[in-house]
């Protein structure tokens, strides 16, 4: 059954390799748009990689937004450190053709929920939940709009990664984080837990360069750019494929495996801010708002990815 989704993204060579996995996957979702916010790198960076990957799975028709360029309240940090400078370094790119539509990224959620059957289209944030946020909060109605919400962020057992306590996505904008996660919208969770599970080493990147097309060869080149910091900082095999997990469980949900506990966002921690506070022993009564994920069948991950990719 095809699921209508909405990609909300910050490419980041993992979010690019995310977006590809969607579009060679029309026989399982359907990307009625990619709206790009400021995380990795700024907005104008964000939007226009989201551009480039577009245009490199051959789907130039694919409506792109341009959604917030900074925080709800919190002041915009980036991740050059990891991603490089354009956030897709590692091959040589060109800019994109492909034109970036008008309407603000916020009101393009907020009308797509109007406008789709009710329970129909699927949220699939890839970087802060800035946009998602703001279209809640201008337009509340569209809560009960949102089939679900899968989305990659948060860290409960593997901690913090861009402080010891937090994951990126989170920390960027954790009120943006805390409007989603008290929405009451169904919420599935691809935390660090998980995705540094999902770790592209070297047969694996060599199964992408081996396939002899452009877009194998990208991902081999930003894996081999992407991985440099995850060993160095891990020790690690490879780099963590965060962002695709999140389009391997719409197609193959059986992948996956986690719990179904509370999850509160910590916003004035002096050392917390940012920290998915998951109640993974179940221990504070609080309310279960999110299936939070905690392992991945890797091999059957990378055979998926591979295949699909293959395809464009
Ligand atoms: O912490 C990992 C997340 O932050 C990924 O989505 C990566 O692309 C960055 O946005
Ligand atoms: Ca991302």
Redesign the pocket.
């Known amino acids: 059954m095809t699921r209508k989704i909405i990609i909300d993204t910050?490419p980041?060579q993992?979010?690019a390799v995310a977006i590809l996995l969607a579009l060679a996957s029309p026989e399982d979702v359907d990307v009625l748009g990619i709206t790009a916010v400021a995380?990795?790198v700024p907005l104008p960076l964000t939007e226009r990689n989201a551009r480039i990957v577009c245009e490199l799975a051959g789907r130039p028709e694919t409506k792109v937004f341009a959604g917030c360029d900074a925080p709800m309240k919190a002041k915009l940090v980036t991740?050059e450190h990891v991603?490089g400078k354009t956030g897709l370094d590692g091959p040589q790119l060109a800019d994109p053709t492909m034109p970036l539509q008008d309407q603000h990224a916020v009101d393009f959620i907020i009308e797509t929920l109007r406008t789709e059957p009710e329970g129909t289209v699927t949220l699939c944030p890839?970087?802060p939940l800035t946009n998602i946020a703001t279209a809640m909060e201008r337009a509340p109605d569209i809560i009960p709009c949102i089939q679900e919400i899968v989305l990659?962020?948060g860290a409960y057992f593997e901690v913090g990664?861009?402080t010891p306590s937090a994951?990126?996505?989170i920390y960027v904008d954790p009120e943006a984080a805390d409007i989603v996660f008290k929405s009451g919208v169904p919420i599935v969770v691809m935390p660090?837990d998980v995705?540094h599970k999902a770790l592209t080493t070297a047969p694996h990147v060599q199964g992408f360069r081996d396939m002899g097309t452009e877009p194998g060869r990208m991902v081999a080149e930003w894996t081999d750019f992407f991985e440099r910091f995850d060993k160095e900082k891990y020790g690690s095999a490879g780099a963590p494929l965060?962002?695709p997990c999140v389009i391997a469980y719409l197609i193959k949900p059986a992948l996956f495996s986690g719990r179904h506990v509370n999850v509160e966002i910590e916003l004035d921690g002096t050392f917390t801010r940012g920290m998915t506070v998951a109640d993974w022993w179940r221990v504070s009564g609080r309310e279960a708002n999110a299936m939070f994920m905690g392992d991945v069948d890797a091999d059957g991950f990378f055979g998926l990815l591979t295949e699909r990719i293959a395809r464009l």
């Open positions: 910050d980041g993992d979010d995380g990795n991740a991603h890839l970087g990659m962020g990664n861009i994951e990126f996505n660090l995705t965060h962002d």
